[in-house]
């Protein structure tokens, strides 16, 4: 099984400040169609998953364009470039190529 | 507006079963894979089940193998996951949602399975 392993797992942020959170994964997942299946999801408090971000760097609609995704091979990122209160909640990197796998998540705070 | 709309959960002994139920409105629920994913209090999310568009081919995470059953009417638009033999660590929220391409682009909202006596 791949593995995805994300980091830090609690991110306190001050308001308006950026934030990252890393992802990295055990093996490289790019499927035979070239595709790196990597995926953000966001989980308010009390809320279901919400998907951010698809093939590494795709933003879905509706995401504010604050948030962007990057990276390849066995590391992936997820910036916030200006976090919001909105944004508190966990996060979860997602690789869709060899199974499915979750990273553990990533705690956003306001600090 | 795409809706899914999990039941069904509630408390069960273990060892007990329990058949969820997931209903779809909103997009062409016969076109898409369905992907059950669970996550227990306090914790990540973990895979468990899915199923193709047409129900030919189900898969499932070892942790369930043998005691779940996924499968879906596209008549009725709606996604099941019959358990069996539950244990506590099947205690969770359960998602339904939708798959395509590698991700999950809808979620519902979730129905949460206690397992205790």
């Known amino acids: 099984d791949v593995v995805m392993t994300q980091s830090p797992l609690s991110l306190p942020v001050t308001l308006g400040q950026p934030a990252s959170i890393s992802c990295r994964s055990s093996q490289s997942f790019v499927y035979s169609d070239g595709n790196t299946y990597l995926n953000w999801f966001q989980q308010r408090p009390g809320q279901s998953p919400r998907r951010l971000i698809y093939?590494?760097?795709n933003r879905d609609s509706g995401v504010p364009d604050r948030f962007s995704g990057s990276g390849s091979g066995t590391d992936f990122t997820l910036k916030i470039s200006r976090v919001e209160a909105e944004d508190v909640g966990l996060y979860y990197c997602?690789?869709?190529?060899?199974?499915?796998?979750f990273g553990q998540g990533t705690r956003l705070e306001i600090k | 507006e795409v809706q899914l709309v999990e039941s069904g959960g509630g408390l069960v002994q273990p060892g007990g079963s329990l058949r969820l139920s997931c209903a779809a409105s909103?997009?062409?629920?016969?076109?898409?894979?369905m992907h059950w994913v669970r996550q227990a209090p306090g914790k990540g999310l973990e895979y468990v089940s899915a199923?193709?568009?047409?129900?030919?081919?189900?898969y499932y995470a070892n942790s369930v193998k043998g005691r779940f059953t996924i499968s879906r009417d596209n008549s009725k638009n709606t996604l099941y996951l019959q358990m069996g033999s539950l244990r506590a660590e099947d205690m969770a929220v359960y998602y339904c949602?939708?798959?395509?391409?590698?991700?999950?682009?809808?979620w519902g909202q979730g129905t949460l399975v206690t397992v205790s006596s």
């Open positions: 199923i193709s568009s047409n129900g030919n081919n189900t």
């Open positions: 909103g997009f062409t629920f016969s076109s898409y894979a």
């Open positions: 949602a939708s798959y395509v391409w590698g991700s999950y682009n809808y």
């Open positions: 997602m690789q869709g190529t060899q199974g499915l796998t």
């Open positions: 093939k590494v760097s």
